[in-house]
């Protein structure tokens, strides 16, 4: 009997209006990090956030990185972020020889707004705080501009996973000075690599511009008043997002549908609910959340036995090796979080026979 095909975690869903795109883009002869499909990308992505204007650029890390550039992180800065997220939030801030400061989440496992007035009531200087809109689901951007605003705290939103999530009405990356996105591979929209950044300030939006292309000034021979770098978006790969984010609406009804499949199947006798739910959320990736580590160990190996990938909720920043001793306000929360939640498979294109094999799983 054929082997059934591994059912990845949030696979690339991609088609014709993709291939027809990216093939247009190839016979306007812009096959470079310019043109007009980076144009019209950039100007779909600030309408997306309700943004004046979004850069696009090679990644999400590389969004980040030239915020900080242009914010000028530094090791006289502090960054503040939530403990519970990906290392990309704050690895440019590592880079840059920055006090790291983690946060605690709450019960959403987004930043809780309360620990973070900790731990900007004890800071001195410069900060930056990083939110993070986790897993699709946009964080409270309210209480923590709120909260930066009293502090005199720069706020950049980390909307990597949230493309397309609103929440009160506001969409994801509508907060704080600047907010960047992901399309990496695994995202709801993919561009198979790619990021931006979207903010209201033209001065930011123009220098992070200029910086993602080398700093090279309008001369005719190349002059450079300071050092950049080459982060830039090429065409082909804006004119791929461009027509996934034609399919967003389908994208984010089939997500919803995903987690609520997973929802019926976690009974209340079950021992497993869902990750207490966000008005608005993407659905990015569904997460379960299991009486004990215990449980979620063994539900993630009969996961890896059936050839279905699914993973834990991000190990939290203060517990990674690299960031040992960094100062942490709480940490609890987001540690039960890391030990009962698994991340299920979600991916747009799943099929039912997919969602039967990932029953057959869960019913074990
Ligand atoms: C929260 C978060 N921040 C930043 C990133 C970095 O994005 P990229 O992989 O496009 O560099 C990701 C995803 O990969 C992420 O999940």
Same mark, same amino acid.
């Given at each position: 009997m054929k082997k059934a095909r591994r059912i990845f975690l949030s696979p690339p869903w991609t088609g014709e209006e993709e291939r027809r795109a990216v093939e247009s883009a190839f016979d306007s002869g812009f096959?470079?990090?310019?043109g007009p499909f980076v144009d019209g990308f950039e100007s779909a992505l600030a309408k997306l956030a309700g943004r004046r204007y979004a850069v696009a650029v090679s990644s999400g890390t590389a969004a980040i990185d030239l915020v900080m550039e242009h914010l000028g992180v530094d090791s006289s800065w502090t960054v503040v972020a939530?403990?519970? !997220?990906?290392?990309a939030t704050v690895g440019p801030a590592c880079h840059r020889g920055a006090k790291l400061v983690f946060v605690d989440s709450d019960a959403t496992g987004n930043v809780d707004a309360a620990r973070l007035e900790e731990a900007l009531s004890r800071r001195r200087g410069r900060t930056l705080v990083m939110s993070v809109d986790l897993y699709g689901r946009c964080a409270d951007y309210g209480a923590i501009a709120s909260v930066c605003r009293r502090h005199g705290a720069v706020f950049v939103s980390d909307s990597a996973e949230a493309v397309g999530a609103t929440r009160a009405g506001r969409p994801a $990356?509508?907060? $704080?000075l600047a907010a960047i996105y992901s399309f990496n591979g695994?995202?709801?929209? !993919?561009?198979s690599g790619g990021g931006a950044v979207v903010t209201d300030s033209k001065r930011l939006a123009d220098h992070v511009r200029k910086l993602s292309s080398q700093s090279r000034e309008n001369r005719p021979w190349y002059e450079h008043r300071e050092v950049g770098y080459d982060y830039r978006m090429s065409n082909i790969l804006a004119a791929l997002g461009l027509a996934q984010l034609g399919k967003l609406p389908a994208i984010l009804a089939r997500r919803r549908e995903i987690s609520e499949f997973y929802g019926g199947f976690f009974g209340a006798e079950s021992g497993v609910e869902m990750l207490p739910p966000v008005p608005g959320e993407n659905h990015w990736l569904s997460v379960a959340l299991f009486r004990s580590r215990r449980g979620r160990d063994a539900a993630l190996s009969r996961f890896a036995a059936a050839d279905v990938e699914a993973r834990p909720v991000w190990k939290p920043m203060h517990l990674q090796p690299v960031f040992r001793g960094a100062e942490t306000h709480g940490g609890e929360v987001a540690e039960d979080l890391f030990a009962r939640g698994l991340c299920l498979p979600s991916g747009t294109g799943m099929t039912a026979r997919d969602m039967e094999r990932i029953g057959e799983v869960l019913r074990g």
């Amino acid at each position: 009997m054929k082997k059934a095909r591994r059912i990845f975690l949030s696979p690339p869903w991609t088609g014709e209006e993709e291939r027809r795109a990216v093939e247009s883009a190839f016979d306007s002869g812009f096959v470079a990090p310019c043109g007009p499909f980076v144009d019209g990308f950039e100007s779909a992505l600030a309408k997306l956030a309700g943004r004046r204007y979004a850069v696009a650029v090679s990644s999400g890390t590389a969004a980040i990185d030239l915020v900080m550039e242009h914010l000028g992180v530094d090791s006289s800065w502090t960054v503040v972020a939530p403990t519970l !997220t990906f290392i990309a939030t704050v690895g440019p801030a590592c880079h840059r020889g920055a006090k790291l400061v983690f946060v605690d989440s709450d019960a959403t496992g987004n930043v809780d707004a309360a620990r973070l007035e900790e731990a900007l009531s004890r800071r001195r200087g410069r900060t930056l705080v990083m939110s993070v809109d986790l897993y699709g689901r946009c964080a409270d951007y309210g209480a923590i501009a709120s909260v930066c605003r009293r502090h005199g705290a720069v706020f950049v939103s980390d909307s990597a996973e949230a493309v397309g999530a609103t929440r009160a009405g506001r969409p994801a $990356g509508s907060a $704080g000075l600047a907010a960047i996105y992901s399309f990496n591979g695994n995202k709801i929209v !993919t561009t198979s690599g790619g990021g931006a950044v979207v903010t209201d300030s033209k001065r930011l939006a123009d220098h992070v511009r200029k910086l993602s292309s080398q700093s090279r000034e309008n001369r005719p021979w190349y002059e450079h008043r300071e050092v950049g770098y080459d982060y830039r978006m090429s065409n082909i790969l804006a004119a791929l997002g461009l027509a996934q984010l034609g399919k967003l609406p389908a994208i984010l009804a089939r997500r919803r549908e995903i987690s609520e499949f997973y929802g019926g199947f976690f009974g209340a006798e079950s021992g497993v609910e869902m990750l207490p739910p966000v008005p608005g959320e993407n659905h990015w990736l569904s997460v379960a959340l299991f009486r004990s580590r215990r449980g979620r160990d063994a539900a993630l190996s009969r996961f890896a036995a059936a050839d279905v990938e699914a993973r834990p909720v991000w190990k939290p920043m203060h517990l990674q090796p690299v960031f040992r001793g960094a100062e942490t306000h709480g940490g609890e929360v987001a540690e039960d979080l890391f030990a009962r939640g698994l991340c299920l498979p979600s991916g747009t294109g799943m099929t039912a026979r997919d969602m039967e094999r990932i029953g057959e799983v869960l019913r074990g």
